[in-house]
T-cell receptor, first 112, second 112 residues
Framework: DAGITQSPRHKVTETGTPVTLRCHQT?????MYWYRQDPGHGLRLIHY???????DKGEVSDGYSVSRSKTEDFLLTLESATSSQTSVYFC???????????FGQGTRLTVV | QKEVEQNSGPLSVPEGAIASLNCTYS??????FFWYRQYSGKSPELIMF????GDKEDGRFTAQLNKASQYVSLLIRDSQPSDSATYLC????????????FGQGTTLQVKP
């Protein structure tokens, strides 16, 4: 199994509070991704990173920010959580931009 | 038109049969294609990837790619109840950024 750890695995938070999800990898892969998965929408890319301090937006980036200060860590922040951000969040990594991506265990976030 | 389309199913097959899962994509320049399996409540797990036209076999799984017709399929031979899961098709678009685009997945049920 690819060495990817997401934390926390589950979180319940209140509307309007900031939330940070962490993805940690031990594979030294250059590319890291944050996806959300919702019924009826499948997996959608939020943000991705192609190197330390190099990030770009995905399909559903509004309301989210990311940071990558080290190769192994990719943080996803919800500045002010809303109920529409209730979802399962997956981190993924890949060695190059054309090779397969491996997923972390996921974080189930509930915003009440 | 969705960029990556799959029939949501459920696709139901008897144990021992061949399951055929199909996926079409809209970006004609896409170069790499992936099949993931996702059990309920779990993260996506890579099954196969294919880059060239034709068939690629790995055990009971065969991926088929036809770039001219813009479809990719996954055949599962000798289906087992443990194959019951949602199968996600993912496409790396022609920009080759690694920003995989996922279909919504096909649910497969293998009945004993």
């Amino acid at each position: 199994d690819a060495g990817i750890t997401q934390s926390p695995r589950h979180k319940v938070t209140e509307t309007g509070t900031p939330v940070t999800l962490r993805c940690h990898q031990t594979e030294n892969h250059r590319y890291m991704y944050w996806y959300r998965q919702d019924p009826g929408h499948g997996l959608r890319l939020i943000h991705y990173s192609y190197g330390v301090k190099d990030t770009d937006k995905g399909e559903v980036s509004d309301g989210y920010s990311v940071s990558r200060s080290k190769t192994e860590d990719f943080l996803l922040t919800l500045e002010s959580a809303t109920s529409s951000q209730t979802s399962v969040y997956f981190c993924a990594i890949s060695e190059t931009e054309v090779t397969e991506a491996f997923f972390g265990q996921g974080t189930r976030l509930t915003v009440v | 038109q969705k960029e990556v389309e799959q029939n949501s199913g459920p696709l139901s097959v008897p144990e021992g049969a061949i399951a055929s899962l199909n996926c079409t994509y809209s970006d004609r320049g896409s170069q790499s294609f992936f099949w993931y399996r996702q059990y309920s409540g779990k993260s996506p797990e890579l099954i196969m990837f294919i880059y060239s036209n034709g068939d690629k076999e790995d055990g009971r799984f065969t991926a088929q790619l036809n770039k001219a017709s813009q479809y990719v399929s996954l055949l599962i031979r000798d289906s087992q109840p443990s194959d019951s899961a949602t199968y996600l098709c993912a496409v790396n678009p022609s920009s080759n950024t690694g920003k995989l685009i996922f279909g919504q997945g096909t649910t497969l049920q293998v009945k004993p």
